[in-house]
């Protein structure tokens, strides 16, 4: 099913996006950690520290939607190498997410 729906190569890098200012991943797992972050996995093969509020607040769950942007936009300036955003859509409406790149697979 991965491979039908996403066939895409695994995110390795922060900031990499083949040259695109927006990727779409789901959550395939999440895992809640001692410092009251959660560790969540994506189908484009990146794992993200988010914080518990970030999480409660935009309702994750393992199958949830989330986009990824590098988009930074600086002085009325678009740039593509910003810091990793991530967002999620909550009953309609855009909900963003404190989040942290930690690895590729």
């Known amino acids: ?8 190569h695994g995110q390795t890098i922060e ?3 083949d ?3 927006l990727a779409n991943a789901s959550v ?3 895992a809640t950690g001692p410092d009251d972050t959660v560790t969540i996995d994506t189908t484009d093969g ?3 520290k988010i914080s518990r509020e970030s999480f409660d607040r935009c309702d994750l769950s393992i199958g949830r939607e989330i986009n990824v942007s590098t988009l930074l936009i600086t002085d009325g ?4 190498d910003g ?3 991530l967002s999620t859509q909550n009953n309609a409406a855009y ?4 989040a942290t790149f930690v690895k590729g697979w």
Do not use: G, H, Q
Request: contains cysteine; aromatic residues 12%; charged residues 20%.
């Open 83 to 85: 810091p990793p955003v």
């Open 46 to 48: 990146a794992e993200w």
């Open 15 to 17: 900031n990499t996006f």
């Open 77 to 80: 300036a678009a740039r593509l």
């Open 95 to 98: 909900c963003k997410l404190a």
């Open 28 to 30: 395939v797992r999440y």
């Open 1 to 8: 099913m991965l491979e039908t729906n996403f066939d895409i």
């Open 19 to 21: 040259s695109s200012i």
